[in-house]
């Protein structure tokens, strides 16, 4: 991995266009600004490995025998 | 098209139920292309089955049937990368996951799923700062004690 040293109000470029700035620090918190296209998408890292892993489990979890059993389950519950 | 599919086999789907999912499913980003099944007549849940991948095979429900007041706001830029509006609504679906018992059976309300129908594309939406649990469980506990019971 590659770690940079910055300062508040200072950035880096990634890939010419992403722009990360430090915004600022208070404690052990950082505050980031974050320019990209629309098209990438920015998440918290600990909440997008969490859909991730839940996505996971939800598709590995999966199987046919057990379906049958929400045939019974119809809209008016 | 046919879609094959480990779980269901050969399984025809028209053209109307092919969605794109042009950033892919969070663990599943290099899988653009779902078709979207009803399970059955009358049966709240739906099978999303990727296209290309057999394997790849979720199962939704429609929340608004468990959960009358789910609510969510889908910021801006998604609204008009969908193209959503009051007369184009999005159809909204949440994924479910079972471990165990069916009764347990959890349902992510925290990343629905939001499909925009007139334009065949669908996106995970991980809703801002939620209180919406991504594993919540999907029915009340009453309801699964009947399950259990084997209804």
Do not use: C
């Not at chain 1, 997008?48 to 996505?55: F, K, L, Q, R, S």
């Not at chain 2, 709240?44 to 007041?69: A, C, M």
């Not at chain 2, 809703?127 to 919540?136: F, G, L, V």
Request: aromatic share 8%; hydrophobic share 40%.
């Amino acid at each position: 991995m590659l770690a940079l040293t910055r300062k508040v109000g200072e950035s880096i470029v990634i890939g010419g266009n992403i722009v990360v700035t430090i915004v600022g620090i208070k404690g052990d918190s950082i505050r980031l600004g974050i320019e990209a296209a629309k098209e990438i998408k920015i998440y918290r890292g600990e909440i997008y490995d969490d859909i991730v892993a839940e996505n996971k489990l939800a598709v590995s979890s999966l199987d046919l025998q057990e379906l049958e059993k929400i045939k019974s389950i119809s809209k008016d519950k | 098209m046919l879609v094959q599919s480990t779980r269901f086999g050969e399984v025809e789907v028209s053209e109307e139920g092919i969605l794109e999912f042009p950033y892919g499913i969070p663990g599943f980003l290099e899988e653009k292309t779902f078709a979207l099944l009803p399970y059955q007549a009358d049966s709240p849940f739906s099978l999303l089955q990727s296209v290309n991948d057999p394997n790849l095979t979720f199962i939704l429900i429609e929340p608004f049937s468990f959960f009358p007041d789910y609510q969510f706001e889908i910021d801006d830029e998604m609204v008009k990368e969908l193209d959503l509006s009051e007369e184009q609504p999005p159809q909204i679906f949440n994924i479910v996951k079972k471990l165990g018992k069916i009764e347990n059976m959890t349902v992510n309300l925290g990343a629905p799923i939001v499909v925009s129908w007139h334009k065949k594309i669908a996106m995970q939406y991980l809703i801002e700062n939620t209180t919406y649990s991504i594993r919540h469980p999907l029915f009340p506990q009453e309801v699964g004690a009947q399950l259990k019971g084997g209804k």
